[in-house]
Nanobody, 123 residues
Framework: QVQLVESGGGLVQAGGSLTLSCAASGRTFSPYYMGWFCQAPGKEREFVAAISWTGGRTYTADSVKGRFTISRDNAKNTITLQMNSLKPEDTAVYYC????????????????WGQGTQVTVSS
């Protein structure tokens, strides 16, 4: 089993920044992708960003490209999502995800989810 614990959510004004972190523990043997998905009220969960085991491959959704950056520290089994230039439409619960596959994670392929952290961007 793998446990994922997110931190760093909160309330921020539009244009501001937040940093989300996710710590993985348990049977976190390599390789695996880690990433972030978000779910706004009344909407389906959607992909935000992902990073490969080595960190050599990163993927970000078009809606956040150029504003959000994902990184990972394998020594600490953590990933970080740096969120800049936040917009009200970024408001959602953000979920950390771990996928044991070797390709870009999708909602259907993620093996483990965190409990989520709320991000609220006020206008």
């Amino acid at each position: 089993q793998v446990q994922l614990v997110e931190s760093g959510g909160g309330l921020v004004q539009a244009g501001g920044s937040l940093t989300l972190s996710c710590a993985a523990s348990g049977r976190t043997f390599s390789p695996y992708y880690m990433g972030w998905f978000c779910q706004a009220p009344g909407k389906e969960r959607e992909f935000v960003a992902a990073i490969s085991w080595t960190g050599g491959r990163t993927y970000t959704a078009d809606s956040v490209k150029g504003r959000f950056t994902i990184s990972r520290d394998n020594a600490k089994n953590t990933i970080t999502l740096q969120m800049n230039s936040l917009k009200p439409e970024d408001t959602a619960v953000y979920y950390c995800a771990l996928d044991r596959g070797l390709t870009l994670p999708t909602i259907s392929t993620v093996d483990y989810w965190g409990q989520g952290t709320q991000v609220t961007v006020s206008s």
